[in-house]
Structures are given as C-alpha cells and as structure tokens.
C-alpha cells in the first residue's frame, strides 16, 4: 500500500462515477418531458401532492406533540445502543478470560445507574399532566 | 489513565447524590474528587506509560496538560456557588458535564491515536454544546447552544473527514506510524496525505477560534452562562492547543517546515483580528471572546518554532492565561450578579468600594496585557524570545503591536474602576470566602512571573 505513489489519474474512476450519477439525473429529467404526453400539463390538487407511497396525505406533519414522545425515543436509542457492544462481545465470550467478563459487569453496571438516573429524575413518569 | 478512572467515578458518584437531593455534598464531594485525581495524575511523573496499543500514553506532556485542565476544574467549582447562589436544584447535571469535559480535554492532551483524538474531542465538545444551553430560559444562552453545535458539528466534519484522508493514505491511525510513512515517501508525500492534514488543521484552528474560523466564539461565549464562559475559554484553549501541539510534533514532524507559512499566516491574522476587534468591544464578556481569539494567536506561536523548549512555554502561557482569565471572570460574575451588565460602567469606583475585586481585576487583566513582572509579560517574553531565535523576527514585531494593540482594551475596566469620574456604583457584599480565593489568585500570578523557570524547565 504504501509503495504506491498515486497520480491524478488513478482517480478517474471517481469521476465516471459522479458523471455517471450526474448523467442519470439528467437523463431522467429529460426524458420524462421526452415521453410524457403531448397534451398541454394540467395541474391538479392531486398531482401536486408529495408522492407518499400511494396512500393519500392525511393531515399535516408540523403540528405539537408531547415532548415525552422525544423523551423516550432519545433514552430508547441509548439503552438501544448497548446492543452493539454486546453483541461481539457475546460472540466472543468462550475465548474470553474472567477480566473481559468483569469489564462488560461494569459496562452493565453504567448502564443501570444511568437507568437508576433517569427514573429518579421522573422521565419515565407519563401521568403527571403538568 | 488514573485521572480519567477516578474523574469518571467522581462524576458518576455526583450524579447518584444529586439526584437523591443531597445538595449540600455535591461541592466537597467534588473538590476532594478533584484533587485525589490531581495527585493520582501527577503520580505517574516521569514514567511515560503507554496504555492500550498506543492508545493513550501518559508522558509528561501529557500529564502536565492534564493537570492544568483539573487546575481549571478546581478554579470553576471554587466560584460554581457564587455564580449558581440562590438555585434550588442539586445541579449535578452541569457539575458531571463540566467533569466529563475534563475528561475529554485529557484524552485531547494524551491520545496517541488518532481515533483516540477524535473520541476526546467529541466528548469535550458535546458537553461544551449542552453547558453552552445551560440557563434553559435565557434566549442568549439557546442561541449560543445552537450555533456552537451547528458549527462546531460541522468543523468537527471537516476533522474527520481529515483523518480519514490521512488514515486513507497512510494506512495507520498511530501518529508515530504516520510520522513514519511521511519519512518512507522521500519527501514525496502524495497531494491527497497534504489536503486530509490541512483538513485536520481546519478542525483544529476551529477548537481554538483562530482566524478564520472564529466567527462563532463571540456568540457562544457571550451568550453562554458566565461560569461556563469561563470554563470553555479556558478548558477548550488548553486541551485543542495540547492536541495540535501533540499532532504536529509526534505525526507531522516531519512536515513541519513545509507547514510554518500556513501557521505563521493564522497566527498572525488571529493576533491582529482579534485584538483589533477586541478594541471595539462595550460588552466585556464579549472583548473577553475576542481577546481570547488573540491569545489564540499567541499559543499558535508556539507551534511555529520547535525548540526543546516550546513545549514548556506553551505550558507556562496557558497556565498565566487559565488563571488570569478565571479571575477576571469571577469578579465579572460578582459584577454582573450585582449590577446586571457586563458594560464598563458597572466598574465604576469599584476601587473605593471593593478594593480587593478591583486589585484582582487590575492584576489579572495586566497579566493578560503582559505587563512585566506578571505571569503574563513572562509568558509572552519567553515566547516572544523563542520565537525571534527561530529567525521569525517580523511575527514578534507584529505579535508585540498585537499586545500594545490589547492594552487598550484591557486596561478599559481598571481605568474604569479606578480613575474613573463621576457617580461611584454602590458597594458589592461578597463573601470573605470569594475575597480569599481571587486574593489567592492574584498572588499566584504575581509569584509565576518571577519564577518561570520553574515551570518551563519542567517539560
């Protein structure tokens, strides 16, 4: 790897590849005019909607929601999260001598008092309408 | 690596007391924790302990950095119960953010890996975006969070993007690896290694707020709440300077010639931008993000000319900025607590009324200034010397217009407090406790500008 001296040139796959990218945004523009029919475009409510895989719009996505919702969704991604560090860890466990065990103990034991944490602090509590 | 076990433990025990309502523990609770890790730190002195494949090494650098960073975490929780009196809640929130920011600062200053770096910068950087949002209902302080966080996720890009470059071509996130891949081209370095280090540069020159990147500092620090202000001056300067200066001495060594004209190019902008900026600034808090943009400049100096010194100087310039700039703010939280404006007209006759707040602003903002015989003027004189044998004569000439430039402003609030004319603002209650500590302070900078020795020829 490192006796390799690279030129300009080697990066010329990089640029067939963005012209390429390039290329298909521009062909497709111009070839939905090419083939869509010769009739004079006719606008419609209808038409005019963002494409949401068929099913009709309902409503509108800006409106207030309890920020619990937030809440929630942001400590799910947390404890979430610890799934990729279990998982290789688990995979590897038969190789693993007692010290690896102990560290993934105090990686658990983080974990619950970060869950301690935010229980005492009441961010688990949904029924207390201000 | 002790540091960081026991400052991660002191963090997690202050999240258990605060939140089981224990106020009154949280305070000495973290001033013993601090100092335990201060001793645990300086312990490993001399031994240059490598942890973890290179990882993480504990040199003394490393530690000396490390232990200024705790320095600057014992300084803020000492004026934490000034700035937060009156607050009901436990607070350890903002207490374990500013712990966790240390640790982060120290893994800035002892990565030996690149990816190391990066883990440190983040966990530095994302605690300053939370602490810069810290006073909920303050719109200043939202604002200050928003754009901090934009911009610095997006030079925090840049810097990966950086490293994946040089990653890329060298093949290795070691720095003593990429230093040897530098050596094996034969002075041929491939084009693409060069552009992912000046996108690492990038990054860097962000962290510290040098020119042009600083367009954010004024907003953020203004905004922020004042404590933290403090802390992120101080705490960000030390720990970023530390990194670039491990980064270009271990990794880039090798470049270092190639790289002075780029350096020497934003250190002198930062010097002469800041200060001149500075110059026009009412609002003190936001002179202070100014001139903390031409120390900036002063601290890229030492990165200019290697000599086996510099690295001791950079240690003894952060260390009389860390305490002049954590005492000015304190008698600025006193004032603003006090008068409600952080404009020159709160330090009127503040000499009369508040002798020893006045004295200690008077030494500190000298001290910043560089007037001799402070820490300050020690600090620049030594730099300034390495710098003119390194034959960059030119910059010491513009550094020095920079620092006469800075007498202007810094000498606004003395003038204010002591000579000025006019209506005397009534007297500022403030405990003897406070008194003691800015006192201690001062005194401080007065003894490290007749001993640098000391602390030069400890690196």
Same mark, same amino acid.
């Given at each position: 790897m490192t006796d390799k001296i690279y030129v300009p040139a080697d990066y010329v796959p990089i640029l067939i590849q963005s012209l390429v990218a390039l290329g298909f945004v521009a062909l497709t523009m111009f070839a939905t005019h090419f083939i869509s029919s010769k009739r004079k475009r006719i606008r419609t409510l209808r038409k005019d909607e963002n494409f949401e895989c068929g099913i009709e719009v309902q409503g509108n996505a800006r409106f207030p929601f309890s920020v619990k919702y937030f809440l929630v969704a942001i400590l799910f991604v947390l404890f979430d999260v610890e799934i990729i560090f279990f998982y290789p860890w688990a995979i590897n466990f038969l190789q693993m001598e007692w010290r690896e065990f102990f560290v993934m103990l105090l990686f658990v034991a983080l974990l619950l008092f970060g869950f301690y944490?935010?229980?005492?602090?009441?961010?688990l509590e949904w029924n207390n309408d201000e | 690596?002790? /540091? &960081? +076990?026991a400052l991660s433990i002191l963090a997690v025990l202050n999240m258990f #007391?605060?939140?089981?309502?224990?106020?009154?523990?949280?305070?000495?609770l973290i001033f013993i924790g601090l100092i335990i890790t201060m001793i645990l730190n300086i312990s490993d002195w001399g031994k240059s302990v490598h942890y973890f494949n290179e990882m993480f090494i504990a040199d003394n650098f490393s530690i000396a950095f490390s232990s200024v960073l705790i320095l600057i975490g014992i300084l803020i929780f000492m004026f934490a119960n000034i700035y937060y009196k009156g607050v009901e809640r436990p607070l350890e929130d903002i207490y374990a953010l500013i712990? #966790? /920011? &240390? $640790?982060?600062? +120290?893994?800035? /200053? !002892?990565?030996?890996?690149?990816?190391?770096?990066?883990?440190?910068?983040?966990?530095? !950087?994302i605690s300053f975006y939370v602490l810069a949002g810290s006073k909920k209902f303050d719109i200043a302080s939202n604002e200050a969070a928003m754009k901090y966080f934009l911009t610095g996720s997006f030079a925090t890009g840049f810097l990966l993007f950086g490293i994946a470059l040089v990653y890329g071509v060298s093949g290795s996130f070691n720095l003593e690896a990429i230093n040897t891949y530098i050596l094996g081209c034969n002075g041929n370095?491939?084009? &693409?290694?060069? /552009?992912?280090?000046?996108? +690492?540069? $990038?990054?860097m020159s962000f962290k510290i707020a040098a020119v042009p990147f600083h367009f954010w500092s004024p907003d953020v620090y203004t905004g922020s709440p004042t404590l933290i202000?403090?802390?992120?001056?101080t705490a960000g300067k030390v720990a970023s300077i530390a990194a670039f200066y491990r980064l270009i001495t271990i990794a880039f060594i090798s470049l270092h010639s190639e790289l002075t004209t780029t350096l020497t190019v934003i250190a002198v902008l930062t010097i002469i931008v800041g200060n001149l900026s500075a110059v026009y600034q009412d609002n003190l808090k936001r002179m202070f993000a100014y001139s903390g943009v031409a120390q900036s400049g002063y601290l890229l100096m030492a990165l200019i000319v290697l000599g086996p010194k510099s690295a001791g100087i950079l240690l003894f310039f952060v260390l009389s900025y860390v305490i002049a700039t954590i005492t000015a703010f304190a008698v600025l939280m006193l004032i603003r607590e006090e008068r409600g404006t952080f404009f020159i007209p709160a330090f009127r006759g503040l000499a009369k009324n508040n002798p020893v707040e006045a004295f200690a602003m008077a030494i500190a903002m000298m001290s910043l200034a560089g007037i001799p015989p402070l820490a300050g003027f020690m600090a620049k004189y030594n730099l300034f010397v390495l710098t003119a044998e390194g034959g960059y004569t030119w910059l010491v000439v513009v550094a020095v217009i920079g !620092?006469?430039? !800075? +007498?202007?402003?810094y000498f606004k609030p003395i003038l204010a407090s002591y000579f000025s004319e006019g209506e005397p603002q009534h007297k500022i209650e403030s405990s003897v406790n406070f008194k003691i500590n800015i006192l201690v302070l001062s005194i401080l900078m007065i003894l490290l500008g007749f001993l640098p020795q000391v602390i030069i020829n400890l690196l």
């Open positions: 944490y935010i229980y005492e602090k009441g961010a | 690596m002790k /540091a &960081i +076990i #007391f605060g939140v089981r309502k224990m106020k009154k523990v949280l305070l000495p712990l #966790f /920011a &240390i $640790i982060g600062g +120290i893994v800035m /200053a !002892s990565f030996g890996n690149l990816i190391l770096f990066f883990v440190g910068l983040e966990t530095l !950087s370095v491939p084009m &693409i290694f060069i /552009a992912g280090m000046l996108l +690492i540069f $990038i990054g202000t403090a802390f992120m001056t !620092s006469m430039i !800075s +007498i202007y402003f």
